[in-house]
C-alpha cells in the first residue's frame, strides 16, 4: 500500500489542539489515530482537543493513563481514547476490545508501537516531535486519508 507523509510545525500548544480539531472535523467510524511521540510531546493535548471538538469545550477528559481506555459516546459510535503506556502485552488490547473497536469506532491510540502488529494498516499515524523551539507532527497516512486531508487547513 503506498504511503503519503505530511509534516507540519506546531509552535504552541494550540497549534496541536488545532490538529486534533481539524482532525476531528474528518473523523468517521473505523477511523484510528495512532499518536506516537516521547512522553511530553502533546499526544493527550491532540487527543483531548480532538474530543472535546466533537462533544463540547466542557467534556471531562481524563487521561485513560491508569485506565487504558476511556471511552465517549458520539452518536452512533463511540470514541475511544487508548493510553498503551502500561499495557502489559497485546493480548491485553484484544481482551479490552481494543481490536474490534479500532475497525468500528473512532480510535485515538497513545504508544500504539506497543501493539505493532494489531493496528490497521489504514489508521492515520501521528509521530510528534519536540525540536527546539516548537514541535512537529508527521502525518503518514494511505490513499483513505489522502482526499479528506487535502482539505484541512492548518496554519500551523
Not at 511521540?37 to 474530543?51: D, E, M, N, T, V
Not at 459510535?77 to 473497536?101: C, F, K, M, N, S
Not at 512537529?136 to 496554519?155: E, F, Q, V
Request: charged residues 20%.
Amino acid at each position: 500500500m503506498v504511503r503519503f507523509t505530511t509534516t507540519l510545525l506546531l509552535s504552541s500548544e494550540d497549534d496541536t489542539a488545532q490538529l486534533g480539531e481539524t482532525l476531528a472535523k474528518y473523523a468517521q467510524a473505523g477511523d484510528c489515530f495512532l499518536l506516537r511521540g516521547q512522553i511530553g510531546a502533546g499526544k493527550s493535548a491532540l487527543a483531548r482537543a480532538f474530543i472535546r471538538s466533537l462533544l463540547g469545550s466542557e467534556t471531562e477528559v481524563p487521561s485513560p493513563t491508569f485506565t487504558l481506555v476511556q471511552t465517549y459516546d458520539f452518536g452512533d459510535v463511540e470514541i475511544w481514547h487508548a493510553d498503551l503506556y502500561r499495557i502489559g502485552d497485546t493480548q491485553e488490547a484484544v481482551e479490552l476490545g481494543l481490536t474490534d473497536a479500532m475497525n468500528e469506532q473512532i480510535c485515538l491510540i497513545e504508544w500504539p508501537e506497543l501493539i505493532e502488529g494489531l493496528t490497521p494498516n489504514t489508521a492515520l499515524d501521528i509521530e510528534l516531535t519536540v525540536a527546539p523551539d516548537c514541535h512537529l507532527a508527521t502525518l503518514t497516512y494511505g490513499d483513505n486519508w489522502r482526499s479528506r486531508l487535502s482539505g484541512i487547513d492548518i496554519h500551523a
